[in-house]
């Protein structure tokens, strides 16, 4: 029982793994013309400034095709004439830059808040308190 379910978990494992790296399959630019032309490609993200597009096929998988920039209008035109639907995409962005630190004013604010608080009850139990007189000893007259 054990190894069955050790054998599942590995085989979940390794689907998850291939449609991972098989999201995007790098093809040639001929490939994906006669894509094109057989109606397979359903919608396309074209990325001018890489020269790369994204092909969705209708049975579900992912291309990523790199073109000459010369054929730009030919490939989008192509792709209009078939009845792809074309998105046009930007570069993926950077890295974003280191975020600006943090100071903890508000922090800061609420601890000073917090003394004064404790501050002001230390002064009110001690006043409600009364003065302290020491008790006198009882005296026993005899």
């Known amino acids: 029982m054990r190894r069955v379910v050790l054998l599942a978990a590995f085989m979940c494992v390794l689907i998850g793994a291939g449609t991972a790296f098989g999201a995007a399959l790098t093809e040639s630019y001929s490939t994906l013309v006669h894509q094109i032309a057989a109606g397979q490609v359903t919608i396309a993200y074209v990325n001018e400034e890489t020269h790369h597009v994204q092909a969705n096929l209708k049975d579900g998988s992912q291309q990523l095709v790199a073109f000459p920039s010369s054929q730009h209008k030919t490939l989008?035109?192509?792709?209009?004439?078939?009845g792809v639907t074309v998105i046009y995409t930007r570069k993926k962005p950077h890295a974003k830059a280191a975020p600006k630190p943090v100071h903890h004013v508000l922090r800061y604010i609420a601890g000073g808040v917090v003394a004064v608080l404790l501050l002001i009850g230390l002064g009110v139990w001690r006043y409600t308190r009364g003065p302290r007189t020491p008790q006198q000893p009882a005296t026993t007259t005899e």
Request: cysteine-free.
């Open 76 to 82: 989008v035109d192509s792709m209009l004439h078939h």
